[in-house]
């Protein structure tokens, strides 16, 4: 997704839209803003990946936990990116299945920018900049945001740090006993 996207060759204007002029951090490069701001972008995209054959789609959230966009300043809207992904994957996989042919959602669950098992800071090798209760709080609100858009799968992908892959684990869980 992240290449396909960068084909488009997008601006700071561009990831903003109308609706994040205001935000005073730079959110350039921050692909999953692009399922509020640029959803027709996403939607080509998924459409591409379809009529080239997939049968399974991800949603354009690699970054969509609170944890990773708070370096933009957009945690409160993650459950939307989440939602909004799923829905637009949704939609092209609506639009280009068949009864003989059914293609699906994996609603996307990717690594943060912190890490639970190494420290960031050489000279302090305790030190943590993220716990595992923020990691499993984080991840369930991705998760809750795909599921309420309606992906077909939870696809847990391209986490580095086994603490951090077992809290996503533990949340997928957590969330699907609660609901």
């Known amino acids: ?37 640029r959803p027709e972008i996403i939607t080509e995209i998924h459409e591409e990946y379809l009529v080239a054959g997939a049968d399974i789609i991800e949603t354009n959230t690699f970054n969509g936990t609170s944890i990773s966009q ?35 959602v994996a609603g996307a669950v990717g690594p943060t920018n912190r890490t639970a098992s190494v420290s960031p800071k050489v000279e302090d090798p ?32 391209t986490i580095f740090d086994t603490l951090n892959a077992r809290a996503a684990i533990f949340a997928y869980q957590e969330f699907f006993e609660e609901v």
């Open 126 to 157: 305790a030190f943590r900049n993220v716990t595992y209760p923020e990691l499993v709080t984080s991840y369930k609100e991705q998760i809750a945001g795909l599921v309420e858009g309606g992906c077909h799968i939870i696809f847990i992908e």
């Open 70 to 104: 708070s370096d933009y300043g957009l945690e409160a809207w993650v459950f939307e990116m989440n939602k909004q992904a799923s829905l637009l994957a949704r939609k092209a996989t609506d639009k280009i299945s068949t009864p003989a042919w059914r293609r699906y």
């Open 1 to 37: 997704m992240g290449t396909q996207i960068q084909t488009y060759r997008l601006e700071e204007d561009d990831y903003r839209g109308t609706s994040f002029t205001q935000v005073e951090k730079l959110v350039k490069n921050n692909n999953d803003l692009l399922n509020i701001t």
